[in-house]
């Protein structure tokens, strides 16, 4: 009961972060992703045609909190394995395209994404515990790949117009 408490907890958390960031606060939690209705796409996101998204979780309490807007773009590809991984997403894309695809293998880790428009990528792999990730893209050509292996690392990046950071950190 204690733990049915505490997931409470943290998924309204979670919601109350993606209303804060996105102003909506669509999310999905394990095998609640699947199971919303017919159409998944158009109950997390709105009924536009460009919207792509995918997550497979394996381990308990991983999050993915999404909102996409679509008209030329936007996919999100989330794959969460170990525990308490989170996923906070924001892709807008009018006249171009947005992807993030984001991997977290281990344990309470946080990927905090908001691209807007033209060819945005986000691509992160995180692989040990508590590893945060977080990015902001507006305009232009950017592409922000980052991949962390080791516990308790992190990284934040903003970029406007035309840019390209790709980073990679492996200890601990």
Excluded at 2 to 21: C, E, H, P
Excluded at 69 to 89: C, R, W
Excluded at 125 to 154: I, P, R
Aim: hydrophobic share 35%.
């Amino acid at each position: 009961m204690k733990t049915d408490l505490q997931s409470l907890i943290r998924v309204a958390s979670y919601a109350a972060a993606a209303w804060a960031l996105t102003g909506s606060a669509a999310f999905a939690q394990g095998s609640e992703f699947d199971s919303l209705n017919s159409d998944p796409l158009e109950a997390m996101f709105g009924d536009d045609e460009d919207v792509n998204a995918n997550e497979l979780t394996i381990g308990d309490h991983n999050t993915a909190i999404i909102r996409q807007k679509g008209d030329t773009g936007n996919a999100i590809e989330v794959n969460q394995s170990g525990d308490g991984n989170l996923v906070i997403a924001s892709q807008t894309s009018i006249g171009g395209q947005n992807l993030a695809e984001i991997v977290q293998s281990g344990n309470d880790n946080g990927a905090f994404i908001r691209q807007y428009g033209d060819n945005n990528e986000y691509e992160l792999m995180q692989t040990g515990d508590n590893n945060l990730s977080a990015a902001k893209q507006f305009g232009s050509n950017n592409v922000f790949e980052h991949v962390q292996t080791g516990n308790n690392l992190g990284f934040a990046v903003t970029q406007y117009g035309n840019s390209t950071v790709i980073v990679t950190q492996t200890g601990n």
